[in-house]
C-alpha cells in the first residue's frame, strides 16, 4: 500500500524481513521503478535490500561508521563489505543445504 500513495517520503523498516524471496525481489523492483522525486529511507539488516539504494549510510555502535553506494562500500573493505560478504555467503550455503 505504502508504494501506491503519492508520499514525499517513504520509511521501510524491515519491510521484507518476513516474507518471501519472490515477494521481496517484487517490493525492490517496485522501489526501483517508483518515483524518483520520493525520498525513501530503508532500514534493514539484509543488505540485498539496500544494494540500489544512492547512499547507504551503516551504523555500528549507534554511530554512522561508513556511507556511499555499495560498489564504493565493497571497495573500501570495511563493515559493509564484511557484512556483505558473510551474508552473501551464509545464502550460498543455505542453497547448497537444500
Known amino acids: 500500500h505504502a508504494l501506491s500513495r503519492d508520499a514525499g517520503i517513504l520509511i521501510l523498516d524491515e519491510a ?7 515477494i ?22 539484509r543488505l540485498s535490500n539496500v544494494r540500489h539504494a544512492d547512499r547507504i549510510i551503516v551504523l555500528h555502535k549507534g554511530e554512522i561508521s561508513e556511507t556511499g553506494t555499495h560498489a564504493s562500500l565493497i571497495s573500501h573493505k570495511g563493515i559493509y563489505y564484511n557484512l556483505y560478504e558473510l ?3 551464509m545464502q550460498r550455503f543455505s542453497l547448497l543445504a537444500d
Open 87 to 89: 551474508q552473501s555467503e
Open 24 to 45: 521481496e525481489r517484487n517490493i525492490q523492483k517496485a522501489l526501483r521503478n517508483g518515483k524518483h522525486e520520493r525520498t525513501t529511507l530503508i532500514i534493514a539488516h
Open 16 to 22: 521484507t524481513s518476513s516474507i518471501d524471496a519472490r
